[in-house]
């Protein structure tokens, strides 16, 4: 992610506790049948608000000024906060009286749930299709912005924000501690793990992992996942679908592997679960551990730390089915408020800032654009290896998604259960019923 981002804690899913919501206004006409794609001129003066997260402070900031130029009487009133920060007041915020015209969201029933329940955003399928953001998603990738209007099932039902760019977790490995062991970068999940062993043989901390807050070991678990369970399957399973199962034989051998990274002393566990995220990547671009498994909005905090020449990027290893599998999205979506006086307008601003002619952009502030299409090269070689990563892992229809959008509380369930597993005070098979559990009793609930 772009060197503005203050703390790099990307998809940690924090339990909101949220006040009565008024029920929103009545959708807007711009919303229901007539849409406005241009004319901008004519408004006189208008101010589009925009909140959202400071990965994004770059790209908008520069986009925006763009379309300003385009159209002198719209300006822009753009505000950002830290991941933490923002998720923990974005219910609050739409919620009020003067809410954004554009607010960013959040995948699955912590965030965007409640918002399509309370009627705080609008619907975007009149925009999809008189824009062609169609075009620009495939419909499983789509499907991260789908809710049923009541906000109770994810996945399916209209569709209620859109993306800027890429998210995902994959490899960094520290290039000259690599090939001091005589190895290139791993090309399969068997290469990988002999690659840890031979760190772990060297003398060398195989891979650096900080689980103070519990989420990064979801990250580093989904390298693991990726080698035994299909993307389909572990999608079906955050959606909510029927006879899903996180504690399937696929998934127990993927924390059966994981476990024994941090019995074989690849993944310090001891040390893992005291050490904070921020710390833990520091001291990776100060040469401890050989290997970084973590979302690849570090690359440019640890390009700038290490060298372009010193780190380096690569999607997960593939196992046995040869197919890339991810913990992989799109970033947090963009909403359109409905207390907004200006939806069409704002609905032309999320294209225009997402047109794939503006892809350089995004590629020069270190992020991968979502937009199919999307042009641009990338300005150094970090960058380009995410590209790289990024279309092995939509090629390969990878996406898995972030597994603690699959229940209002799975982010603690998932987060402790896998704190305990590094911890050794739980079993694989323990972990994965535990997991399953919950997904279990939340859908009953439903």
């Known amino acids: 992610m772009s ?25 807007p006409a711009a919303a229901q049948d ?54 923990s007041t974005v219910l609050q915020i739409a919620d009020s009286p003067n809410a954004p ?22 619907p975007l399928d009149a925009y999809y299709e008189a824009y062609g953001w169609n075009d620009w998603y495939a419909p499983g990738t789509r499907a991260q912005f789908q809710f049923t209007e009541d906000g109770r099932t994810f996945g ?36 990988l793990e002999a690659a840890f062993a031979a760190a772990k043989a060297a003398g060398e901390l ?47 051998q993927a924390a059966q592997a994981f476990q ?19 710390q833990s990547w520091q001291e990776f671009a100060n040469g401890d551990g050989v290997f970084l498994l ?36 799109l970033s947090l979506p963009l909403h359109i408020s409905s207390k907004s006086a200006h939806p069409d307008l704002a609905a032309a601003v999320i294209d225009f800032v997402m047109d794939p002619d503006k892809g350089q952009t995004y590629l020069d502030n270190g992020r991968i654009p979502a937009s199919a299409g999307s042009v641009g090269e990338p300005s150094d070689a970090v960058t380009a290896q995410l590209k790289v990563a990024w279309d092995r892992i939509a090629a390969d229809d990878g996406l898995i998604y972030y597994q603690d959008w699959a229940t209002d509380t799975m982010f603690g369930t998932l987060t402790s259960s896998l704190q305990e597993l590094i911890g050794g005070r739980t ?16 859908q009953s609930s439903r």
Do not use: C
């Open 34 to 87: 007539a849409i406005q794609t241009d004319g901008w001129e004519s408004l006189g003066d208008v101010t589009i608000s925009i909140q959202g997260e400071n990965a994004s402070r770059g790209t908008l900031e520069a986009l925006t000024a763009q379309f300003t130029a385009q159209y002198p009487n719209v300006t822009f009133d753009l505000q950002f906060k830290s991941f933490d920060d923002f998720m």
């Open 294 to 329: 973590g979302g690849h909005w570090l690359a440019a905090d640890l390009r700038d730390r290490m060298g372009e020449d010193k780190v380096a990027f690569i999607a997960p290893p593939p196992g046995d089915s040869g197919s890339v599998v991810a913990v992989a999205s």
């Open 260 to 278: 024994a990274w941090v019995d074989q002393g690849w993944v310090d566990g001891p040390a893992a679960n005291g050490l904070g995220y921020d």
């Open 427 to 442: 079993t694989p098979e323990d972990f994965v019923t535990t997991v399953q559990d919950d997904w279990a009793a939340f």
């Open 101 to 122: 015209d554009i607010i960013f969201g959040n995948q699955g029933y912590t965030v965007d749930g409640p918002l399509v329940e309370a009627g705080l955003i609008l």
């Open 156 to 191: 399916s039902g209209p569709i209620w924000g859109i993306a800027e760019s890429a998210d995902f977790v994959g490899v960094f490995y520290n290039v000259d501690k690599l090939a001091a062991l005589g190895l290139e970068a791993p090309t399969t999940f068997a290469e």
């Open 3 to 27: 060197g503005t981002r203050a703390s790099s804690t990307r998809r940690r899913l924090l339990p909101l506790v949220v006040g009565t919501m008024m029920a929103a206004s009545a959708v």
């Open 206 to 252: 195989p891979v650096k992992l900080g689980n103070l807050e519990g989420w990064p070991a979801t990250h580093t678990f989904g390298i693991a996942q990726g080698a035994f369970v299909p993307a389909a399957d572990m999608r079906a399973w955050v959606f909510g679908v029927e006879g899903a199962d996180f504690a399937s034989a696929a998934n127990l």
